[in-house]
């Protein structure tokens, strides 16, 4: 959170500015940048409102905590209320939303939906975003994890009228989400005392929560086979349900209409696309509408298909790839889900394809064909390969050739590393993906950074972790030769050699060797830790714990990183490769690595001045230490 204080407290510092000075440093130091425009005004604009009604309601003791970060996520509560329940005496907390909006409509065709004149495409629906709030917050806080009576929410619009928002209450239904407006101010007042007593203090349920211990993420993989089969697993906020419902409501009216639409939804590592692309699986599933999944990454497919389809062969049939569709009719499909759509190639052709069947036809054009509804997840920011070609720009070209309406859905939030859009900067700036160079790590009670003196000292804390029940992996650039695979019963080679510290790389192959699990399962079978992984089996995939090495394809000299590409032994680099392009993919490919761990990554380098330079920006007393 930002800032923490009782409501009598925040009342004051409102009136004299102090309040905003210190929200402003503190969002400053936990993110590294001043907050926009629009968000310090919500703060001047909404907060003292709040403030007076609290005081009003003679809950000036209530503590209120501002900007509450949501455990393993980025996104912030607007506020959270800690106090104690009136008639219960146990903690009662109530989160809530502010907006200065003035009126609002309620979508035609979905009520979780809103339309506000500020916004160019449709919004979540307060009511539904302080519901899933408070679920979220019931998922994975400990201390509320098995007393969800304890948490409420309420929007307040304090700026709109009834008549301005009537549309958006038809959603009420229980007290996790209610709608206040300022001519509802006393039944909102009433709402508060009948939630946070006016007689103690609420400092002590704030510390509660505070302490409340993270409950482990639901990753991905272990339960989607609940997700596809039986029902959501996941809590989906903000922009990630409005994707969600964009694209339900894209395929009824596809379906309505007879007519084609195409919907991309973006969002770098950890944003939720392969989460949202799941339930949509799941969902469109249910409904009896003909959909399927598709990636272009042979791991995360035969994954999906091992965990999801563990028991059904129908549902393993529901994951495809990308070059899947070559001769499949058009419009055969309600809707395509296609996962990891930044490796989308330029044609499905392969080495293997028949010769009929090499018609030139360009990927994209066939996933758009097929069904009425294709939907892209993607982050361009992750190519990693020559010739993958999934941007936002290449799909809406080539809906606009057939004069198809195209949609762009952005997702803001991450998941992915703690929730640190701090560490997630940190890696994009250290990797000049983004402009002014380099800055030293500023540590945040999100994510873990620390740098190994070398690969044994790393596999050590690494197994550490491992031994406190944390999942983790080593994970390195592709800058070793990848033997053969060995014989069933012959030991793995020693691929990665790093002085006398030697591992092998993930089997390529599709079955387990010598206590190895297949290429496809390295990131999710604990027997991965084993072997190093490569970009190409760690993408689309996170752990607990990320050990990633960085080889001599990328070192730093003076005040910038060089790309030898002659240190790098990916076969996809053909001498045609221009060196602009072999210097940009093995950027990403680092960014892909650095951006796995889920609760800290341990960063090495082979080359000495390059793990100077890691040690001087990640910080000199960040290194990991090994209890024996």
């Known amino acids: ?23 402003t440093e503190n969002f400053v130091h936990m993110h590294g940048y001043r907050p926009g425009t629009s968000e310090a005004r919500s703060w001047e604009r909404s907060i003292p409102v709040l403030a007076a009604a609290l005081n009003d309601a003679g809950l000036g003791d209530v503590e209120v905590m501002l900007e509450y970060s949501l455990p393993l996520n980025s996104k912030r509560a607007d506020v959270v209320l800690a106090g104690v329940h009136p008639a219960t005496g146990e903690p009662s907390y109530v989160v809530v939303e502010l907006k200065q909006w003035s009126q609002a409509l309620p979508h035609e065709d979905d009520l979780t939906l809103c339309h506000v004149d500020a916004y160019a495409h449709p919004v979540l629906n307060p009511i539904e975003q302080v519901r899933r709030y408070c679920e979220y917050l019931v998922n994975f806080n400990g201390a509320v994890s098995e ?19 009537a549309g958006l209450r038809e959603i009420e239904r229980d007290g996790k989400g209610l709608l206040f407006t300022a001519e509802r101010r006393g039944a909102l007042l009433d709402h508060l005392r009948s939630r946070l007593s006016d007689r103690h203090p609420g400092a002590g349920a704030a510390d509660e929560l505070h302490a409340g211990v993270t409950a482990p993420s639901k990753q991905l993989m272990s339960v989607a086979a609940e997700e596809v089969r039986e029902r959501t697993q996941f809590v989906l906020l903000d922009e990630q349900q409005v994707a969600y419902r964009m694209v339900l409501n894209a395929v009824e009216n596809a379906k309505r209409a007879d007519r084609k639409e195409v919907v991309i939804v973006t969002g770098g590592p950890g944003t939720g ?15 009896g509408i003909a959909a399927l999944h598709a990636t272009g990454s042979q791991s995360f497919t035969k994954t999906m298909r091992k965990v999801a389809g563990a028991r059904k062969r129908e549902v393993q049939d529901l994951f495809k790839y990308f070059n899947s569709f070559m001769t499949t009719e058009k419009n055969s499909l309600g809707a395509l889900i296609c996962d ?10 392969n080495r293997y394809t028949r010769a009929a069947h090499r018609t030139g036809r360009a990927q994209i054009d066939e996933l758009i064909d097929v069904a009425y509804v294709p939907v892209f997840f993607l982050d361009e920011h992750q190519v990693v390969r020559p010739g993958e070609m999934g941007t936002v720009a290449e799909i809406k070209a080539a809906a606009a050739k057939r004069g198809i309406p195209c949609h762009v859905v952005p997702l803001d939030s991450q998941f992915r590393c703690g929730g640190s859009d701090a560490y997630l900067r940190w890696v994009v700036r250290l990797l000049g993906l983004e402009p002014g160079g380099p800055v030293v790590w500023e540590p945040d009670d999100r994510m873990h950074l620390l740098v190994a003196d070398n690969p044994q000292e790393m596999e050590a804390f690494l197994q550490a972790r491992r031994a406190q029940n944390y999942g983790a992996r080593i994970s390195a650039g592709y800058c070793w030769r990848w033997s053969p695979e060995p014989k069933p019963g012959d030991p793995l080679p020693p691929d990665v050699v790093i002085g006398d510290w030697t591992r092998p790389w993930n089997l390529r192959g599709d079955r387990a060797v010598s206590g190895a699990p297949p290429a496809a399962l390295w990131a999710t079978d604990p027997a991965g830790f084993g072997q190093v992984g490569c970009v190409y089996t760690a993408q689309g995939f996170e752990y607990d714990w990320s050990g990633v090495i960085i080889g001599p394809d990328l070192v730093w000299r003076g005040d910038r990183w060089v790309t030898d590409r002659t240190a790098s032994k990916d076969p996809v680099f053909k001498r045609s490769t221009p060196d602009a392009d072999v210097d940009r993919l093995i950027r990403n490919t680092y960014k892909v690595l650095l951006t796995r761990g889920m609760v800290g990554t341990v960063v090495y380098s082979t080359d000495r001045e390059t793990q100077d330079k890691l040690r001087e920006l990640v910080g000199a007393d960040r290194h990991v230490t090994v209890t024996p």
């Open 1 to 23: 959170m930002l800032f923490r204080a009782s409501a009598k407290t925040v009342a004051v510092m409102a009136l004299d500015g102090s309040l905003f000075l210190h929200l």
């Open 147 to 165: 007393h969800g009576h304890r948490v409420a929410g309420v929007a307040y619009l304090h700026n709109a009228t009834e008549f301005g928002v």
């Open 273 to 287: 696309k392969s989460v949202i692309a799941l339930q949509l699986l799941g969902e469109l599933y249910r409904r």
């Open 340 to 349: 990891e759509a930044h490796r989308i190639r330029e044609t499905s052709a």
